[in-house]
């Protein structure tokens, strides 16, 4: 059997902590041109907003999320989830991070697609 | 001192004069849950907000109308009555009108009366599952549009019966709004009940809206988008609602003639009209009547345009959508279909 | 199986069970999805090094099990399974090369693989690759917590060797 250093053990796992912050940073700086966000409930895209084209505030209310859309930015307002993750995220506005509520199958997301206006046929 | 004054005037001047010569029509949007699904208005006009605020006061009113699931809705009256004559508002009459001559002309493929098979076999419920071969049988037989009597403004079904205006009442309301802005002078709108998108006039830069369609296959993918404007796009698929059992796919899209999920071939049909109504009823009809039938359909009628996705990979466009529809990805092979004497 | 292990095995289950439902309560500092402490690993670790594998196997797949029933939620249980299921094997696989003064490193190793397989999970569940983006900031937090966690059950088995428990 043989036996890995402590030093080792040591070198690799501040490897992997200075891979994952230069991951981060990188992610944190890809941003997107489009202001498309992009709503999905169970893998299927049932709404999409342009952020950019958004002037006043409102809701979505979904059956068991309420998601905000302000200018420019969108959040998850409430949901009845018990870990309220999605809400606690706060607002994406561009970047790739998208907002998820595991327990009830939401993402919304900044989306890379442009210049769609509608889509047909979505969840009934 | 004095001369910074002036060139501040003047600038200021400039800027109140300019702004309002560029002035953007004003722009009004709302997103409301109705039908029991999301409904986005988009309108670019005068009075915009006091449209989009009528336009949402009308789709309440017609959800409470058309609900089947609704006790005191219209459509639960006409299904309480069965046996019997009894009157029913116009908004019901137009849509029983077009459903019952888009039965006529797709041979029954298309039948408002399949409640009693979708409550059986409970879509969209917790219930969902595959009921018995009996049971199945049981329903069908208060299946059939011919036995739905029109009369002046009164309607009949026979005993046992009951219909559901899903498959037409999302393309009745965006046509309804669709009246409602030209009325109100709105030259560029776009809405979306669920999926049902029907756009007036062409965006305010005066492009033509552009209209994804879904990948039936690959979720959250776009097979291709097209250009519209005065237009309705409606697409139905198996794929927007259905449930597994013992590993085989159960969808929504009943077959009136077997009482059991189509299996016509096709994954998904969007038909481009300019009702919005047409397009929702021809969606399900031409599902349900499979490749060739839709394309007869077409050939026969005309009046659409459609879009057929089928099983076997390939997506079959009528050659109408030349010049207004571009694939996206190489998912499916396109085939252009032709009119009469053509290919 | 003897007796004395049977009820070994019993009561640290019931201790991890317990840490697990109550960790459920605590709320998280970072808003990342699947962030946690996994103060119930103490346990597993432990065992893992105290008392045999397939002891401290047992333990865990209890634990998952009873944690996800209790819970009320299918979904649980499956981040909870594939996250378990990394964690042991991973620890399994690098115990070989690891000293009973090295378990604050298994605790890392386990917590890596843990975070990792339940955001390929929710990767595959939501159908959402853009959940990936998050790997990194659990890798962070499985590096700091794995780290508490390992060395606490570094801590007890130490403790527990030298009282001759066994």
């Known amino acids: 059997m043989r036996r890995i250093s402590n030093k080792a053990l040591l070198i690799i796992f501040a490897a992997l902590l200075i891979a994952s912050a230069v991951w981060i940073l990188i992610a944190g700086s890809i941003k997107q041109d489009e202001l498309l966000a992009e709503i999905y409930v169970e893998g299927r895209l049932v709404h999409t907003v342009d952020l950019s084209e958004v002037t006043e505030s409102y809701t979505i209310n979904l059956p068991h999320n309420t998601i905000l859309v302000e200018p420019g930015q969108i959040s998850m307002s409430s949901a009845d989830c018990p870990d309220q993750l999605c809400v606690r995220q706060g607002v994406i506005k561009s970047g790739i991070y998208p907002i998820i509520c595991l327990p009830n199958k939401v993402e919304v997301r900044i989306a890379r697609e442009s210049g769609i206006d509608a889509v047909t046929g979505g969840r009934s | 001192m004095k001369r910074r004054l002036l060139l501040v005037h003047i600038v200021a001047l400039l800027a109140v004069i300019l702004s309002s010569c560029s002035a953007k029509p004003e722009r009004a949007e709302s997103t409301v849950f109705a039908m029991d699904t999301l409904m986005y208005l988009e309108v670019y006009g005068d009075e915009a907000q006091a449209t989009v605020a009528q336009a949402v006061e009308r789709l309440y009113f017609l959800d409470g109308l ?136 062409s965006k305010p830069d005066g492009s033509k809206w552009r209209i994804a369609l879904q990948d039936p296959v690959n979720a959250g993918e776009t097979a291709g988008v097209l250009e519209l404007s005065d237009m309705a796009a409606v697409t139905s698929g198996g794929y927007e609602r259905y449930f597994e059992q013992e590993g085989k796919i159960y969808h929504h899209i009943l077959d009136p003639k077997t009482g059991r999920p189509s299996e016509s071939g096709l994954l998904s049909v969007t038909i481009v009209c300019e009702n919005g109504m047409t397009a929702d009823a021809l969606s399900t009809a031409l599902f349900l009547l499979g490749e060739d039938g839709a394309i007869e359909y077409w050939r026969n009628y005309g009046g659409f345009e459609a879009l057929l996705i089928t099983d076997d990979g390939r997506m079959l466009v009528t050659e109408g959508l030349r010049g207004s529809f571009t694939q996206s990805g190489d998912a499916y092979t396109l085939e252009y279909v032709y009119g009469n004497g053509g290919a | 199986m003897s007796i004395k292990r049977m009820a070994a095995i019993a009561a640290l289950t019931a201790i991890a069970l317990t840490i697990f439902m109550l960790e459920a309560q605590i709320p998280v500092v970072l808003a990342v999805p699947g962030i946690k402490l996994g103060l119930a690993n103490i346990v597993t670790l432990a065992a893992f090094f105290l008392l045999s594998r397939r002891d401290a196997g047992i333990i865990l797949a209890l634990r998952v099990v009873l944690g996800s029933i209790f819970s009320g939620s299918p979904m649980i249980f499956l981040y909870s399974a594939a996250g378990g299921l990394s964690g042991f094997a991973s620890v399994c696989i690098t115990a070989s090369f690891l000293t009973e003064k090295q378990i604050w490193a298994a605790g890392i190793i386990s917590a890596i693989a843990h975070n990792a397989a339940q955001i390929i999970v929710a990767v595959l569940i939501m159908d959402s690759p853009a959940l990936i983006w998050y790997l990194p900031w659990l890798v962070i937090a499985a590096v700091i917590t794995g780290a508490f966690t390992g060395f606490s059950a570094q801590f007890a088995v130490k403790r527990l060797k030298d009282m001759g428990i066994r």
Not at chain 2, 89 to 94: G, H
Not at chain 2, 109 to 120: E, G, M, N, R
Not at chain 2, 143 to 160: M, Q, T
Not at chain 2, 176 to 190: H, K, N, Q, V, Y
């Open chain 2, 66 to 201: 058309l609900s089947a699931v609704n006790e005191d809705s219209e459509v639960s009256k006409i299904n309480k009555s069965a046996g019997g004559f009894v009157d029913v508002p116009d908004e019901i009459l137009e849509q029983l009108n077009a459903a019952q001559e888009v039965s006529r002309r797709s041979g029954g493929a298309f039948d408002i009366s399949v409640l009693p098979l979708v409550t059986l076999w409970g879509f969209g419920t917790e219930n969902a599952h595959v009921p018995s071969d009996e049971e199945i049988e049981a329903a069908r037989r208060y299946v059939d549009y011919r036995n739905i009597e029109l009369s002046g403004s009164s309607v009949k079904l026979a005993e046992g019966m009951s219909i559901t205006l899903g498959a037409i009442a999302k393309g009745y309301a965006s046509q309804t709004l669709a009246e409602l802005f030209e009325g109100r002078g709105i030259s560029s709108a776009l809405v979306s009940l669920g999926g049902n998108v029907q756009v007036v006039g």
